[in-house]
C-alpha cells in the first residue's frame, strides 16, 4: 500500500505531462500571502566556492523550512495557486513550484506523507518506474537509478514524455526528508530540452536534504 501511495504522488507531481506545457496565461505569484507560509517560505543560502554555484544561470536557495538546498534557476518565482492548479490539476498537486515567467518551464516539491528510510529507496524505485511506466508507455526513457548525491540516496528517473501538443523532458528526484518521501521534479518542453537539460542536471547534483 504504501508504495502505491509513492506511485500516486508520483504521477501528481507528473499529471502536467498529460497535457500541453505551452505558457499558461495566469502569471507567476507575486508577494502574497501564499508565499509566506512555511511550505513556500525561501531563504538564500550562503554564497560557497562549491562548483554548485558557479552557474550564472542559477542560484542557490534553501526551501521548505530551510531544509533543502538546492540550485534554481535565476529570475523563477513561486507559481500562483491558479496556474498551479490548471497545469497540475490533481489536488495533491505539489506544495512549492519555482517556473519560469511563461510557465512553461518548473521546478516542482513535493514532501509526502510516505514513510521512507534512506536505505529502503531502492526497494521504491522499481515499483514506482512500473507504474509510470504503464501510464506512459510512449515515453523515452533516459535513466532510472538510485545515486548518492550530498551524502543522500536519491532516486532519479529521467524520461521524455507524450503531451497534447509536444513532448516534456522530466527530471525526477526522490529521497529521505524527515523520515517521509520528498519528491522533487524538474519539467520543460521538449524543445527547450537542449538548453536545459545540463542545468538540470546542475540542480540536481546541487541536491542538500537534512
Known sequence: MKKLVSVALLLSMLAITACSNKPADTK???????????TAKTTEAP????????????????VLNDKVEILIPKGFTVMSEEMAKAKYPMENRPSLIYTDEKGSINIAFSHTETPIQDSLLKDMKDPMKQAFSNMYQDATWYRDEVIQING??????ELLTPAADTK???LIFFTELDGKMLMTTFNCTEA???EWKPLAQEI??????Q
Not at 28 to 38: G, I
Not at 204 to 209: A, E, N, T
Open 28 to 38: 507567476p505569484a507575486e508577494q502574497n500571502a501564499a508565499q509566506t507560509t512555511e
Open 47 to 62: 554564497k560557497t566556492d562549491s562548483a554548485a554555484t558557479t552557474n550564472d544561470k542559477l542560484e542557490a536557495k534553501k
Open 152 to 157: 543522500k540516496n536519491v532516486g532519479v528517473f
Open 168 to 170: 516534456i523532458y522530466n
Open 192 to 194: 527547450q530540452m537542449e
Open 204 to 209: 540536481l547534483m546541487s541536491y542538500k536534504v
